[in-house]
């Protein structure tokens, strides 16, 4: 198996890539490998935040260039992609990818289905695809757009070149930048501190912020204010409120 699922801690789970000897070149069956993880991880009631890494020198080169340097569009057609895709886009627990080295196409199109983004100094993040006769093939033009605007984003679509961690933390790319060795730890904090706090809550906050904002404004707010009513129906409301009044720690539960 080229992706482990592996535990965090403290309802932590961690993901991570590993097949260095390609720069975790992402083919059918890593895909295919992410999509039953990250589904399982959906139905796991035991772990609340999840982390996405690869290996020391890269995070993700994109997508396998050698698994599809002579295909035709019927076969990439038939090999739908985007069924595995569709797992990480809808993981409704928060998703923190841990980028050190190399975040290209498909890689930084992963690294971009993530919540927050924590980068390594040394990380290089670009969507190098024109420079290989194609163009991203897993949302990259429409999330790097949204991320970080137009302006940067035709840069690095229509260039292809490498833009440095602290360029990504600059334009919002990034969440953090750290230095290198301390990518995977910080992330795995962030995550159990996540973990820690309500999870419908949590839930709902990614629901909101990845579908209201592709709403008009009016729409999102409503959904916004029927997720808020919702969250007085939870235990983890009367928990939250009652132990701020009684000076206490909360334990939310996830009910
Ligand atoms: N696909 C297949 N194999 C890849 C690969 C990829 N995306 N990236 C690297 N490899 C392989 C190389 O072919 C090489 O294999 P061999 O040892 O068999 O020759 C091995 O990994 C090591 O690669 P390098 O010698 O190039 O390693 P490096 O450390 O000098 O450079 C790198 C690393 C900068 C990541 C460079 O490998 C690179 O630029 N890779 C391609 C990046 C790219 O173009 N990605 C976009 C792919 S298209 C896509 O992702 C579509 C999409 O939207 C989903």
Redesign the pocket.
């Known amino acids: 198996m080229e992706v482990l699922l592996e535990s965090g801690g403290d309802r932590v789970a961690l993901v991570r890539i590993n097949r260095p ?3 975790n ?2 083919n059918s069956a890593m895909r295919g490998q992410l999509a039953r993880i990250f589904a399982d991880l959906a139905g796991n009631d035991e772990i609340r935040c999840v982390v996405l890494t690869g290996t020391e ?2 995070f993700a ?7 599809m340097a002579d295909a035709q569009p019927v076969d990439m057609m038939l090999r739908a ?1 985007e069924r595995d895709w569709a797992l990480i886009k809808d993981f409704p627990k928060p998703l923190i990818a841990a980028v050190n080295g ?1 975040a ?4 930084c ?1 992963l690294a971009m289905h993530a919540d927050m983004i924590i980068a390594g100094e040394g990380a290089k993040f670009a ?3 024109i ?2 006769g ?5 949302g ?1 033009t429409q999330r790097l757009l949204r991320a970080v605007g137009k302006f940067k984003a035709m840069k690095i679509l229509l260039t292809g070149e490498m833009v440095s961690a602290q360029e990504a933390e600059a334009m919002g790319l990034v969440t953090e930048v750290v230095p290198d060795t301390e990518v995977l730890d910080r992330a795995l904090e962030l995550a159990r501190s996540i973990a820690l706090l309500p999870p419908i809550a949590a839930r709902k906050i990614k629901e909101l912020v990845l579908q209201g904002g592709d709403l008009p404004l009016d729409a999102a707010l409503v959904m916004e204010r029927h997720a808020f009513q919702l969250m007085f129906g939870t235990e983890d409301q009367k928990e939250g409120m009652h132990a701020f009044l009684d000076k206490r720690v909360p334990n939310f539960k996830g009910l």
Do not use: N, T
């Not at 080169?61 to 698994?67: R, T």
């Not at 194609?134 to 897993?138: D, E, F, L, R």
């Open positions: 000897e390609a720069r070149a992402l020198k890269v080169a994109g997508a396998d260039i050698k698994a992609s190399f290209l196409g498909g890689g199109e969507q190098p695809e420079k290989v194609i163009i991203p093939g897993a990259g």
